[in-house]
């Protein structure tokens, strides 16, 4: 593995509830290496998914700083971090978030046509991510004729369709059986290798956790790594 591809300093995010403040984010420090699979583990409602978002630049912390490589992201205005989302960070959540009205392929295709991909070009790609994922015979199905895996492998592969440097997963097996469940873990491990891709993943899965590269707890308002493994 390389060196650290993505890090957080200080970072803090609080939300109003009613007439109280309520500090979820107290400072996190927090840095990935390129090419691991870290896993975001802790107790519901103590801020994995805030902190997930802030790394995605779906949501601004209050103070603090991310930085993708040697980009300052939240140096950018809201244009620069639409486009900074498309090309540089790929999203899986719990639910796939599918357009219905769409077919698997065309939904892989999405993130390319909005970067300005061709039809032609974004097809082919797309067409190669779910052969990946051991779908394309079932390229032409929309979300609804898919089974609840089958949809999750779909929107893994649209979170690859632009060479993303770094992948974020919101409990994507946490809507799954069991089985379907480990297929995916499997899948993430298999895309790792085969992409060098980074995955930082928030999950209640005890075996996802075990799996991954690292292990960072978040207690307390602040970031633990509690287990790490090395890798070559």
Do not use: C, Y
């Amino acid at each position: 593995m390389s060196g650290t591809i993505l890090s957080a300093t200080g970072v803090h995010k609080s939300f109003r509830m009613g007439g109280h403040v309520l500090n979820v984010l107290r400072g996190v420090d927090l840095e990935v290496i390129e090419g691991e699979i870290m896993a975001i583990v802790g107790a519901s409602g103590v801020g994995k998914s805030t902190l997930l978002h802030i790394l995605g630049a779906l949501d601004r912390p209050d103070s603090g700083s991310v930085r993708l490589d040697s980009q300052e992201v939240f140096r950018m205005n809201d244009d620069g971090l639409a486009r900074f989302r498309n090309r540089t960070v790929g999203f899986v959540f719990q639910f796939h978030h599918l357009l219905p009205e769409f077919t698997a392929v065309e939904n892989v295709m999405m993130p390319g046509l909005i970067a300005g991909d061709s039809v032609e070009s974004s097809r082919e790609r797309a067409r190669k991510l779910l052969k990946e994922v051991r779908l394309l015979e079932r390229e032409e199905h929309k979300p609804g004729e898919l089974s609840g895996g089958e949809q999750q492998r779909v929107a893994v592969a649209r979170a690859l369709m632009n060479n993303p440097r770094i992948v974020l997963a919101d409990e994507p097996s946490g809507n799954l059986d069991k089985e379907s469940g480990e297929e995916l873990h499997t899948l993430i491990q298999e895309l790792r290798e085969a992409h060098k891709q980074t995955f930082v993943i928030v999950t209640h899965n005890e075996k996802l956790a075990r799996s991954s590269d690292r292990v960072v707890q978040l207690e307390d308002g602040k970031a633990h790594v509690v287990r790490a493994e090395a890798r070559g």
